[in-house]
Every structure is written in structure tokens, then in C-alpha cells.
């Protein structure tokens, strides 16, 4: 089975208004964090051809029209998460730099009922459950090295792409 780490955000936040969203909806950016995933048989190391350490360092967007830390059953939860920035990749479990790349990222949540995630500090909703939620979709891609595009429609799970580049 092949799988992607999973970032989770917690440091700095800075909310930004903004006139073009609902009374209900709030955007916060996130910066100055870094997160470090390892990838021993997927994305990354396969196009490195040896397991290897990812880290991050993103501004993460983000936008969601419920109040953090709220659970409606009657609500649908709708979440949009956006980020871009740096991946320092090195060999596996050391500080041996490969290189540096660009990457993008884009998350979309559905949840009506909010009963397929839960609340993480920053704030953010972080999915626990994807087959019992009404949409999702995700889109990952270190630039030049492997793009990963999943999505899911009321439970039913699709990879659209899967490719290392220069590997697929």
C-alpha cells in the first residue's frame, strides 16, 4: 500500500479578513514551520531511488466556513487548504542534503454532519475517517519529482494520478 505523510500544521497564524467571505468563513495563513515526512517506497524514493527525508517549509492558506473547535451535526463543513513553499530532500535519517525543490499542495473538504474529521490546533479540520465524507480532494506535487492526485465522492476512493517524474 502506498502512502503519503501527512503534514500537520502548528505554529504561527495570522488571520486575515477578508470582505469576499461569508460572515461564517475565515482565512488564516500559516508560516514559519517545517515538517519532515520519509518516503521509503513511494514519490520521492522511487524517483531518488533510496528512501529519503522530506522537509517542508510551506505558507499554508487556508480557509473554512465553521468556527474552529465547533461540531454541528446539522452543518456541512467545507475546508480549503492551500499551500506552496520548499522541500529540502535528503537521504533517509541523515543531513546529507540532496537538493531543493518547489512543491504545491491543495486540499479540499466536504464533511456534512462534521462527522469524518476533527478539530487540530491552527485551526484546522483534519480528516479521520475519508470514506464518510461527502467530497475530498488532494493534490500534491514536489515540483520536478512525483505529483500524487486523490479524490473521494461519497465513499468512494480514486487515485486520478500517480506519477514520478522522469519515472512513471
Do not use: C
Amino acid at each position: 500500500m502506498k502512502k503519503l505523510g501527512i503534514i500537520v500544521i502548528g505554529a504561527f497564524l495570522i488571520v486575515v479578513a477578508s470582505s469576499s467571505l461569508s460572515a461564517k468563513t475565515a482565512r488564516y495563513i500559516f508560516t514559519g514551520w517545517t515538517s519532515t515526512v520519509t518516503h521509503t517506497d513511494f514519490g520521492a524514493a522511487i524517483y531518488y531511488e533510496e528512501p529519503v527525508d522530506l522537509t517542508y517549509t510551506p505558507e499554508v492558506s487556508l480557509t473554512v466556513n465553521q468556527e474552529p473547535d465547533v461540531y454541528d451535526p446539522d452543518a456541512t463543513l467545507r475546508q480549503n487548504l492551500q499551500m506552496r513553499g520548499t522541500v529540502r530532500i535528503y537521504r533517509a535519517g541523515t543531513s546529507e542534503l540532496i537538493e531543493e525543490r518547489e512543491f504545491v499542495g491543495h486540499e479540499r473538504i466536504v464533511d456534512e454532519g462534521m462527522d469524518a474529521g476533527t478539530w487540530v490546533p491552527g485551526p484546522r479540520y483534519l480528516f479521520t475517517n475519508l470514506i464518510t465524507m461527502e467530497a475530498f480532494d488532494f493534490n500534491w506535487e514536489v515540483k520536478g519529482v512525483f505529483h500524487f492526485q486523490h479524490k473521494v465522492r461519497n465513499g468512494e476512493s480514486i487515485i486520478l494520478r500517480y506519477s514520478v517524474h522522469g519515472r512513471a
